[in-house]
């Protein structure tokens, strides 16, 4: 299995503001997305980082608003851009080797007043 | 979007009591997986089933998947409250490589 750090841990923000969250594996890992838990949610993915390349944005999710960076395979951000009270939620990366178990960080809680 | 729905949405139970959770989904899989969340943190992965699979056992879980049906069932046994969380399944679709979550169910286990 695979360890999986994410900073920051929680944050508070102010509307019209960006965050970046980081996320680092202690291995080299082929896949990693990050997902959204709205309050009292279950989790949606927000897109798949693809290392060199443009991030897989699903749905609903655009690069304008959550710009994602994987530079290497152990390391990628996520940057909530903009961002308005219901941006609010937790957000978790997690890393797998493609349609098998994913491993999961701790998540980033994020609070826009 | 979310696959399917999970009932019940919530369940308390006492220790020592069996809980069963299900979980519905609505398109073709490869596998059906079971996470576990403590309190708004991190996802722990608890039991994955194959598409071609009927029944597994891992410790006091226990997985069984009607893919004709397109539902699955979570059973743990001798609930302790540790067990305390909320549960999620997740399928991984044919053809993708990411999860798609059901809408979880929260377990609270009464010492």
């Known amino acids: 299995s695979a360890v999986i750090s994410q900073k920051p841990s929680r944050d508070i923000c102010q509307r019209g503001t960006s965050l970046t969250i980081q996320c680092q594996v202690d291995s080299q890992v082929t896949m990693m997305f990050w997902y959204r838990q709205q309050p009292g949610q279950s989790l949606t993915l927000i897109a798949t980082a693809n290392q060199g390349s443009e991030a897989t944005y699903e749905s609903g999710f655009v690069i304008d608003k959550f710009p994602i960076s994987r530079p290497n395979l152990t390391f990628s951000t996520l940057t909530v851009s903009n961002m308005s009270p219901e941006d609010s939620s937790i957000y978790l990366c997690?890393?797998?080797?493609?349609?098998?178990?994913?491993?999961f960080g701790p998540g980033t809680r994020l609070l826009v007043l | 979007s979310q696959q399917g729905e999970e009932d019940p949405q919530a369940l308390s139970i006492q220790e020592g009591e069996n809980a069963t959770m299900n979980c519905s989904y609505k398109t073709s899989i490869n596998n059906l997986q079971w996470y576990r969340q403590n309190s708004g943190r991190g996802l722990v992965h608890l039991i994955l089933?194959?598409?071609?699979?009927r029944e597994k056992h891992s410790g006091r879980l226990r997985v069984t998947l009607d893919t004709s049906k397109k539902s699955s069932s979570l059973l743990i046994t001798a609930s302790r409250a540790a067990d305390t969380a909320s549960y999620f399944c997740?399928?991984?679709?044919?053809?993708?490589?990411?999860?798609?979550f059901g809408s979880g169910t929260r377990l609270q286990v009464q010492p």
């Open positions: 997690s890393v797998g080797q493609g349609g098998e178990t994913q491993y």
């Open positions: 089933i194959r598409s071609n699979e």
């Open positions: 997740a399928t991984v679709d044919t053809g993708r490589r990411a999860l798609t």
